[in-house]
């Protein structure tokens, strides 16, 4: 319509504003007014023709008056528009929040209803808004819903939103907090295992005495691997050799 009033075309469309029946005596002025309208009515009737999808066109392309295009076309969305504002109370008011979702985000999902139903002219009072969005909080939000219940306090949607969407972060933080000392627990006990039973330093590794002896060079022979217990058996044969 806004295209049309634009074009300044509209008025063909006003039932108050009939075409000029012809008669015999018209001026030329007159017969002048009656050809612009013809031609306005057919660029009319082709705007209104190119809006509507195939189907449609198809339907409604064999009419000639855009008057009687506009009223059959505007008949059909009334009609529409009457089951559509039952359907949309029906899915405002049986929408079910749940815990795996943002709170928040299906309030604004209701909103999203409540402003569809206006463009309807079906205006619901911010007071039901309010006990509707109460009234859907998930099982794990019923403490939470008591304390608004019993609070003195008339909210507003708006304030409503604001006290959700704190005590929203404010649970996502708690649930934050319980995760983490369980991480800190298992860093200290990681860290518990790598020092001494005393608590000073780290543990050092055991050593097997018998693997490292193997990497040991005798300081008498100058061998690897020579055993401090050979030592005195190997005097004893030096000592007889330069007797």
């Known amino acids: 319509m806004f295209l049309l009033t634009f074009l300044k075309i509209a008025y ?13 005596g018209y001026t030329d002025e007159i017969k002048a007014a009656r050809v612009k309208r013809g031609e306005d009515e057919l660029l009319c009737r082709g705007h209104i023709l190119n809006a509507l999808y195939d189907r449609l066109f198809d339907l409604y392309s064999s009419i000639k008056s855009p008057l009687e295009i506009w009223n059959t076309l505007e008949q059909k969305y009334n009609n529409e528009k009457q089951g ?30 409540v402003s569809k139903l206006k463009d309807l002219n079906i205006e619901i009072p911010k007071a039901i808004q309010v006990g509707e969005i109460i009234a859907k909080l998930p099982l794990s939000w019923n403490n939470y819903r008591k304390k608004l219940l019993h609070s003195t306090e008339d909210f507003s949607v708006d304030q409503l939103l604001k006290h ?11 649930k934050m907090l319980q995760v983490q000392p369980n991480s800190k627990v ?29 990497h040991v060079t005798c300081y008498n022979c100058g061998k690897k691997g020579a055993y401090q217990e050979r030592l005195p058996l ?3 044969a030096k000592e007889r050799r330069y007797a």
């Open 234 to 236: 190997q005097k004893q």
């Open 12 to 24: 063909v469309l006003d039932i108050n504003q009939p075409a000029i029946e012809p008669k015999e």
């Open 84 to 113: 559509t504002d039952k359907f949309l109370t029906m899915k405002y008011f049986e929408f079910a929040m749940c815990d795996g979702l943002f709170i928040v985000d299906q309030v604004y999902e209701m909103q999203i209803y």
């Open 164 to 174: 959700l969407r704190i005590e929203e972060k404010t649970r996502i933080r708690d």
């Open 186 to 214: 298992n860093f200290v006990s990681e860290k518990n295992e790598n020092t001494n039973p005393n608590g000073v330093g780290k543990k050092r590794k055991s050593f097997d005495s018998d693997s490292n002896k193997k």
